[in-house]
């Protein structure tokens, strides 16, 4: 793996080692999962699904985002989605706390696009596969 790449991976919180010892230290099998990451429509999907208030699909594409970036070590975006799916785990349309939503999403979009960014950058650059 690219010292530069996994620096800025790190910088941006996520937990590369942790993930490498998930994929059990086999640095080639981790970065094509990172690359995948870049085509995971978890994250659109659970946009969405706030925007529209279709909670139910945001609360199933929030969990599913929330296992990825586990796996991958992107802690800012599990962290986020965790605290979605927290917010909208069986609860009815009207018990929804709208305002804390809003904020999670924010929060959630924000470590997502500055992941998402180092990640497609550097594959742009060459610098991951």
């Not at 085509?39 to 609360?59: K, L, P, V």
Request: charged share 35%.
């Amino acid at each position: 793996m690219d010292e530069v790449f996994r620096r800025q991976m790190e910088e941006n919180g996520a937990e590369v080692e942790e993930a490498l010892k998930r994929f059990l230290g086999n640095e080639a099998l981790y970065m094509k999962f990172v690359v995948k990451f870049l085509e995971d429509e978890n994250y659109t999907a659970t946009i969405r699904g706030i925007d529209e208030q279709d909670y139910e699909a945001a609360f199933k594409s929030a969990h599913s985002l929330k296992g990825v970036t586990a796996n991958l070590g992107l802690e800012p975006v599990r962290a986020a989605a965790s605290r979605i799916t927290d917010l909208l785990r069986d609860k009815k349309h009207q018990e929804v706390d709208t305002e804390q939503l809003k904020k999670c999403r924010e929060q959630l979009e924000e470590a997502y696009n500055r992941l998402w960014k180092t990640i497609k950058e550097n594959r742009e650059q060459g610098n991951l596969l």
